[in-house]
């Protein structure tokens, strides 16, 4: 059983930081690709960044400079530190697992991943 829960989200002021964390339970493939996805109601699913079993990353175009994934695996942990946080960027963040490696430039979208956290909120003002 698969399981991903997302944590760290919060309210926060234009410019300051937050990181959010996904722990990981059940995945036991040896070959992965993990990613962050943020979602405003009435929009689809954004992908923001990705990270694979080779420690291959991407980032969208959208957050480049400000985002940045990366996982500790031996807490089984994803990451998305996120800086100069902009109202735009409100939004309810989601971690995924699919598999891997990733070898593209841009993130895999979201119809990539087969498992889905069930989000944390993100408030920017």
């Known amino acids: 059983h698969v399981q991903l829960v997302e944590s760290g989200g919060g309210s926060v002021q234009a410019g300051e930081s937050l990181r959010l964390s996904c722990v990981v339970s059940g995945y036991r493939y040896s070959t992965y690709c993990m990613g962050w996805f943020r979602q405003v109601p009435g929009n689809e699913r954004e992908p923001l960044a990705s990270?694979?079993?080779?420690?291959?990353?991407s980032v969208a175009d959208s957050v480049k400079g400000r985002f940045t994934i990366s996982e500790d695996n031996t807490k089984n942990t994803l990451f998305l530190q996120m800086n100069s946080l902009k109202p735009e960027d409100t939004a309810m963040y989601y971690c995924?697992?699919?598999?891997?490696?990733?070898?593209?430039?841009?993130?895999?979208?979201?119809?990539?991943?087969?498992?889905w956290g069930p989000g944390t909120q993100v408030t920017v003002s």
């Open positions: 990270i694979d079993s080779d420690g291959r990353t």
């Open positions: 995924a697992a699919g598999p891997g490696p990733h070898a593209e430039t841009t993130p895999p979208p979201g119809a990539y991943y087969g498992y």
